[in-house]
């Protein structure tokens, strides 16, 4: 069961990764209640502070790292289902569930804060989904 949640897991870092690296406007104003500006209107807001240009390039690039990451965790994930000793996953479950709660309540912390629309909260659900099992697998069902 440990084998398959590895795999099932892997799954969910790998599709927003993606997403966030290819398409990462459109997919952040699927969750938002209002759409990220324009690039020429961020233009126009970095004009006014202080000369910035290209705000848009910067959010593509930090979301973009960010989908790197997690395309990253994916992977992780993937083949730790096949390749790793009991005590090595166990500890993996353990940052991963570290890594999920910290996901979990900062996502939480955003969807209270009202600026995002209610497809939004599958996201602290995933990440509190993936939580628990991690828990489960590291406190009550750990392999030795």
């Known amino acids: 069961m440990r084998k398959l949640f590895f795999?099932?897991?892997?799954?969910?870092?790998?599709v927003?990764?993606?997403?966030l690296l290819i398409i990462p406007i459109n997919f952040l104003n699927g969750f938002l209640?209002?759409?990220l500006p324009t690039a020429a209107q961020?233009?126009?807001?970095?004009a006014a502070v202080g000369g910035l240009s290209g705000l848009l390039d910067l959010i593509k690039l930090g979301f973009g790292?960010?989908?790197?990451?997690?395309?990253?965790?994916?992977?992780i994930r993937f083949f730790a289902a096949s390749?790793?000793?009991g005590a090595l996953k166990n500890k993996l479950m353990l940052g991963l569930g570290v890594s999920d709660l910290l996901g979990f309540v900062?996502?939480?912390i955003a969807m209270l804060s009202g600026k995002f629309n209610g497809l939004a909260w599958i996201i602290p659900i995933i990440f509190l989904v993936l939580f628990l099992f991690e828990a489960y697998f590291f406190f009550l069902n750990p392999e030795t």
């Not at 961020?42 to 970095?46: A, K, V």
């Open 83 to 85: 390749s790793l000793a």
């Open 16 to 19: 927003f990764g993606l997403l």
């Open 65 to 75: 790292l960010f989908g790197a990451t997690l395309i990253g965790i994916a992977i």
């Open 42 to 46: 961020l233009d126009q807001i970095g």
């Open 33 to 35: 209640k209002a759409a």
């Open 7 to 14: 795999w099932i897991s892997a799954v969910v870092p790998l």
């Open 106 to 108: 900062l996502t939480l």
